[in-house]
């Protein structure tokens, strides 16, 4: 048996019991073996099931099936030795610095003087010194987190667990923060046997974890395993580097094009319950423009794309996702084409690219096709949302479905196929001779 | 191209045919008119019209009755939101009358209404001489005092924290100081308002009770109400009429909690003014779905707000106040309204004296004093009690979402519950046992208001940042340590607004808790809500102002040097974000 073993995740399954229909799988068949002297990121979308897994290990939820061992031992709950950082940093107001970082300690019943020289220890490491007795408030973003990082490492935990801690800064702080903490793992003067980190940046991912988990939406699930054996520190430049994150983008765009049916969900006979996501239109249409403009005329590589843009993958698929959908443009093996339509659309004025829009909103999304026949049908032409909500939810969760209203309600309105009324959430429609 | 209808407002309405709601809606309408008209006769009647200001136990007259106090409580918050209109906007706006008008708003809430009764009703009896109307407006004038300073207090809060950027927007569109009001400044105060609104009707019934049978001196009067209803059975120890007037209460406050202010509470939280959304929608109350789903209601809320639309939007000729900062203040004026304030202040310092000089031996005040303290101990010892049981209780609900939804509304409801209902069976009950009045008495002086403690503390455990909670459960702390740095300080704030609110109710409670009847059982405790009481009674001024400043002194300087610092604490330690 593997001595360096810290953690195993067998079958795990996280589902969600639902009345009138099938359970909501969140998570489906994950597993997961973490060992001693090395850095893990989950990547995937959001919605993927990477932030519960990381609550499932942390003992803050438990799975429905499956199994978690800790240092070989079944795991019931928040356990010793693994310690957890907060994307919203998740520090006490009413708490200093230095309370904050000794919190665990306390929890643990550590004498006062030892908690305090190693809260300062921990402090000092994580370049906190000289603010043990300030307030969260009084500090900046980045400042906090790494309070958050002290008061995770105060407690020299076997596993280290990081749910997307950079997200909440900005670029600048967040490259800083990555640095240091790579710095201090690199040196062995960080005070945990592993990381795990859920990310849903590529690059960021890429630039500080030996193994990185991708996984894949609706159910949740591991779809490949990628090991990153570039020594640190990692340059964004080295060409290697580039390649692996053209890789990742090539495995998240090909599963974005031909989504596998899931097991859970039941066969949905009319075709309205496509999950779609609530891509603003403007940025839909800049990002047609961009495409079709120099450098790129008409194809661009996503990751150039990302970074000219400032998007991360959480932004940009699931806008290359609605294009692809609208046939706009297409996806494929990393990349992002503009189709005859998506040309069309770019070289129109406001009036005729509402047309447009609106003729690839009623060829390829049933969802908005089916509204605005129902909307057609009705004597008063106004229909509850909360039909097509009903409708949606036996077939997703409760938040793909209302995401998927949003989307169909943004794009609906945009190409004004229909409108919708938010105090009395019904769908609505104004008779053409009103007004003209 | 077709053309896409807003907002439900402008969609034709000629076209629809009226649904079976709106005739349902349209009867409740008329009916409502109707009831509020002949509730309006009995108020103008001259004083010795028969059954003006008799009451008879009569279980069919308990529907007049109910309209007729229901009718003085939604006068006196029409009377309440006008102050506060008035008055929070004034304090904000001028430097000034802010100095002066704030801490006179604090005393204000101070003043234990009850023991002013008495007051009151004189100066109002002489204003309509041998007229129902006089009595009525005592009345009314009671509620409003109970309903008044925390809508004015909330109103102030809300101006002076106004999005600078917001403030800016209007005045670089030039929106006149009327415009200004209705655009900005009520929109934004709305959601705290409205929630106000519904803490102060529950606070009202409190004093529904108290001032609709009024005695003074050897006079006594009651008008047709609730109250008066209450104050009968209560005398001729009908139990039977007691419960069904706390039916008849329990009916009126769910009526206008479901049809006022469960849409009113629901409509305001679209101005509520947050970059994050809230948890998880709820659904419309059914009277707002009903508003906005049946026709010839929408159409006519509709034009009611174009109305309001079009009065805020008039260019009134009101003086445009200058912004804070746009210029120095004017010495002159600063003297010259110091000057004055310190003119009436000592005029009224001297008519006080001359008063109590002439009628208040020093005696008087040292007894005063004592029964003050025999009060206070009373008071603190209460809502220690009421929070060690209330506390651990909220957190408890407040962790459990599904409960707290359940709690909530029912605590509302035990909260509007006038206390003064369940007075006779602690007085048969002390009676019985022979127990000491001077102890047992007291638990009725928080029976009403310790109901704050607990919707506070429930309200500040169930938003309980949930990162906060999973961190506290990775760090895997518990009992005393999660107490004394997690929770005791998450909820401390709104304890703390709680346990306020509490206290100050809890000396006006004394008044009418001290001293308990059933029918001629008399008890009396001693202290100060007591000794007001028999002054009261008694008609005895000089010794009912007295008391009532000693209350004052009493409750404010608490406030000042407890209450004040602890909540400075907490609001600088404990709050997120």
């Known amino acids: ?436 | 191209m077709l053309r896409i209808a807003r907002t439900a407002t402008t969609a034709p309405a000629r076209r629809r045919l009226p649904n079976p709601w709106d005739f349902a809606a349209l009867l409740c309408v008329l009916g409502a008119l109707a009831a509020v008209a002949h509730g309006a006769a009995g108020t103008f009647a001259p004083l010795d019209t028969p059954d003006a200001t008799g009451i008879t136990l009569d279980a069919w007259e308990l529907p007049y009755y109910a309209l007729r106090t229901t009718m003085r409580m939604f006068a006196a918050m029409g009377a309440s939101l006008a102050f506060t209109f008035a008055f929070a906007t004034l304090a904000a706006k001028s430097r000034r009358a802010g100095a002066v008008l704030i801490p006179l708003l604090d005393i204000l809430q101070s003043v234990p209404i009850l023991g002013f009764l008495s007051f009151t009703i004189a100066f109002f009896m002489g204003l309509f001489p041998g007229q129902v109307f006089g009595l009525e407006l005592a009345a009314i004038f009671a509620i409003f005092t109970s309903q008044a300073w925390n809508m004015a207090f909330s109103m102030y809060q809300s101006l002076t924290t106004l999005p600078a950027d917001l403030v800016e927007a209007t005045r670089a569109y030039r929106l006149s100081a009327w415009q200004r009001f209705w655009r900005l400044e009520v929109p934004f105060a709305m959601p705290g308002l409205v929630w106000n609104m519904v803490l102060s009707m529950s606070g009202g019934w409190f004093f529904v009770v108290a001032s609709e049978a009024i005695t003074l001196g050897d006079a006594t009067w009651r008008l047709p109400g609730i109250g008066s209803y209450v104050a009968l059975a209560l005398e001729q120890r009908d139990i039977e009429a007691v419960f069904l007037a706390m039916l008849a209460m329990g009916l009126v406050i769910l009526a206008y909690d479901q049809l006022l202010f469960r849409p009113l509470v629901a409509w305001s939280g679209k101005f509520r003014f947050e970059t994050t959304s809230a948890a998880a929608p709820v659904p419309d109350p059914w009277v707002l779905a009903l508003l906005r789903r049946t026709h010839l209601l929408r159409l006519a809320t509709a034009s009611f707000g174009r109305v309001v639309a079009a009065l805020g939007a008039l260019r009134l000729p009101l003086p445009r106040l200058p912004p804070a900062m746009a210029r120095p203040p004017r010495r002159i004026g600063d003297l010259l309204f110091g000057a004055s304030v310190i003119a009436i202040v000592g005029l009224a310092l001297w008519r006080l004296a001359s008063y109590f000089a002439a009628t208040i031996a020093p005696s008087d005040v040292a007894e005063v004093a004592l029964l003050g303290c025999f009060t206070l101990v009373r008071v603190a010892a209460m809502i220690a009690l009421a929070s060690l049981v209330w506390v651990p209780a909220g957190v408890w609900l407040g962790r459990r979402p599904a409960l707290t939804r359940l709690a909530q509304p029912a605590i509302q409801f035990l909260a509007a519950f006038p206390a003064n209902l369940l007075f006779p069976p602690f007085v048969v009950f002390i009676v019985h046992f022979g127990l000491s009045p001077d102890i047992w008495l007291s638990p009725l002086m928080v029976l009403g208001t310790q109901w704050y403690i607990l919707f506070n503390v429930i309200a500040a455990a169930s938003a309980f940042p949930g990162d906060l909670a999973e961190a506290t459960r990775n760090l895997r702390v518990d009992g005393l340590l999660w107490w004394r740095r997690v929770m005791g300080p998450a909820i401390l704030p709104a304890y703390i607004t709680g346990a306020i609110t509490a206290s100050g109710g809890a000396w006006n409670a004394a008044i009418v808790a001290e001293v308990a009847a059933w029918g001629d059982t008399r008890l009396a405790a001693r202290g100060l809500g007591a000794y007001i009481a028999h002054a009261t009674e008694a008609g005895d001024f000089p010794r009912i102002v007295l008391g009532v400043s000693a209350m004052v002194v009493f409750v404010v300087v608490i406030n000042r040097l407890f209450w004040r610092p602890l909540a400075v604490f907490a609001a600088r330690r404990a709050t997120f974000g």
């Not at chain 1, 309105?413 to 105090?423: N, P």
Request: aromatic content about 6%.
């Open chain 1, 1 to 436: 048996m593997d001595q360096d073993i810290l953690l195993e995740v067998r079958a795990c399954r996280q589902a969600y019991h639902k009345d009138s229909s099938a359970d909501l799988v969140v998570l489906d068949d994950v597993n997961l073996t973490l060992r001693a002297g090395e850095i893990v990121g989950l990547l995937g979308r959001s919605g993927s099931g990477k932030s519960t897994l990381l609550r499932i290990i942390a003992g803050l939820l438990p799975p429905t099936a499956g199994e978690v061992r800790w240092r070989g031992a079944p795991l019931t709950g928040p356990a010793e030795g693994i310690a957890m950082v907060f994307q919203s940093f998740a520090l006490f107001p009413w708490l200093t610095v230095q309370e904050n970082v000794e919190l665990g300690l306390e929890a643990q019943g550590i004498p006062r003087a030892e908690r305090e020289d190693r809260a300062e220890a921990a402090i000092d490491l994580i370049g906190l010194g000289g603010f043990e007795s300030a307030y969260p408030k009084e500090l900046s973003g980045g400042m906090r987190q790494r309070v958050g990082l002290a008061r995770a490492l105060v407690v020299h935990p076997d596993l280290l667990v990081m749910d997307e801690p950079f997200s909440a800064l900005d670029v600048l702080t967040a490259e800083t923060l990555r640095t240091d903490l790579i710095d201090l793992w690199s040196e062995g003067r960080l005070p945990a046997r592993a990381v795990l980190m859920v990310t849903h940046g590529i690059e960021e991912a890429v630039l500080m974890c030996d193994r990185i988990l991708v996984f894949a939406s609706n159910p949740g699930r591991v779809a490949h395993e990628l090991r990153v054996s570039l020594p640190h520190p990692r340059n964004r430049h080295d060409p290697a580097f580039g390649r692996i994150v053209d890789d990742i983008y090539g495995l998240l765009t090909r599963r974005a094009v031909s989504p596998t049916p899931s097991r859970a969900t039941p066969a949905d006979e009319t075709g309205l319950a496509t999950p779609l996501h609530p891509v603003n239109t403007n940025l839909m249409a800049g990002l047609l423009e961009t495409l079709a403009a120099a450098p790129y005329r008409g194809r661009a590589d996503l990751p150039a794309l990302a970074s000219a843009l400032q998007l991360e993958v959480d932004d940009l698929l699931p806008l290359g996702e609605a294009l692809s959908l609208l046939r706009l443009a297409e996806l494929a093996e990393g990349d992002l084409r503009l189709l005859e339509a998506g040309r069309a659309f770019v070289d129109a004025d406001t009036e005729p690219r509402k047309l447009l829009f609106a003729e690839a909103l009623r060829s390829h999304v049933k969802l908005a096709t089916t509204i605005r026949r129902t909307l057609d049908e009705r004597w008063n032409h106004r229909v509850p949302a909360l039909r097509f909500r009903d409708q949606l939810e036996d077939h997703m969760s409760p938040d793909y479905a209302e995401a998927t209203l949003r989307a169909v309600i943004g794009w609906g309105r945009y190409a004004e196929l229909f409108g919708y009324d938010e105090e009395a959430d019904q769908f609505l429609l104004e008779e053409p001779d009103e007004e003209e």
